[in-house]
């Protein structure tokens, strides 16, 4: 069964400094890997999201997940935090072999200082 | 713009008690889903259903059963609501087939069971 971990339930960053979130997967084929964000409140929209092809992908609000099959990881970054990035970051794992299911990983909160 | 509605954003329910939490997609979507949310588990699938009147089961589905009469509308039934249920509940959709397309979520509803 695939499974997906993140180790930091929080981190704080000051405004301006970089950001990695670390995610790591364990599945047995080439993942469908995601990152979602969760601002307080809402409900969760996708960052970027990846399947094959460049392991450096780009997505939205300036953020960037870089794949790592050696590793099975698929980390977060951001060179630049803004204070509207304070949110709940989710990695998930998806897997055609069980319909259109996704796997999330428990989540990492950001919190930014000024 | 593509839009998931849930119909509470809140709801306090006494132990015992049937509840229904009720999900409307408005893009004509395949796929629904019903997710809990809990802090340091990231979120969990309870049920999904890929079609009208189809379901299938998620990680957690004791304690919950799911209706889908119409294509935009996926019900969530917590046939005798417990202190355990009390949770946010997230509900989602999305198109096709694959696991790689997006899933578009709803601003959930925080349960409370008393």
């Known amino acids: 069964a695939q499974s997906v971990t993140q180790p930091d339930i929080h981190i704080t960053v000051s405004e301006g400094a970089s950001l990695e979130l670390r995610c790591n997967y364990s599945?047995?084929?080439?993942?469908?890997l995601f990152w979602y964000v969760q601002s307080p409140g809402q409900g969760l929209q996708l960052l970027l999201k990846?399947?094959?092809?460049?392991?450096l992908v780009q997505g939205i609000k300036g953020f960037e997940a870089e794949f790592k099959r050696s590793q099975s990881s698929f980390n977060l970054r951001k060179p630049s935090v803004h204070w509207s990035d304070a949110a709940e970051y989710f990695c998930?794992?998806?897997?055609?072999?069980?319909?259109?299911?996704?796997?999330f990983g428990g989540g990492t909160r950001l919190m930014v200082k000024p | 713009d593509v839009k998931v509605t849930q119909s509470s954003r809140y709801l306090v329910k006494r132990t015992g008690e049937k509840v229904f939490l009720e999900c409307v997609q408005d893009?004509?979507?395949?796929?629904m889903f019903w997710y809990r949310q809990d802090p340091g588990l990231g979120l969990r699938l309870i049920y999904f259903?890929?079609?009208?009147?189809?379901?299938e089961k998620g990680d957690i589905p004791e304690g919950y059963s799911v209706s889908r009469e119409k294509k935009e509308r996926f019900s969530l039934i917590l046939e005798s609501a417990s202190t355990n249920q009390t949770s946010m509940y997230l509900c989602?959709?999305?198109?096709?087939?694959?696991?790689?397309?997006?899933?578009?979520f709803g601003p959930g509803t925080r349960l409370t069971v008393l």
């Open positions: 998930a794992v998806g897997d055609n072999n069980a319909g259109n299911m996704l796997t």
């Open positions: 893009m004509d979507h395949e796929n």
């Open positions: 599945y047995g084929a080439t993942p469908y």
């Open positions: 990846y399947f094959s092809g460049d392991t």
């Open positions: 259903s890929y079609d009208v009147k189809m379901k």
């Open positions: 989602a959709s999305s198109i096709g087939t694959s696991a790689y397309n997006e899933q578009f």
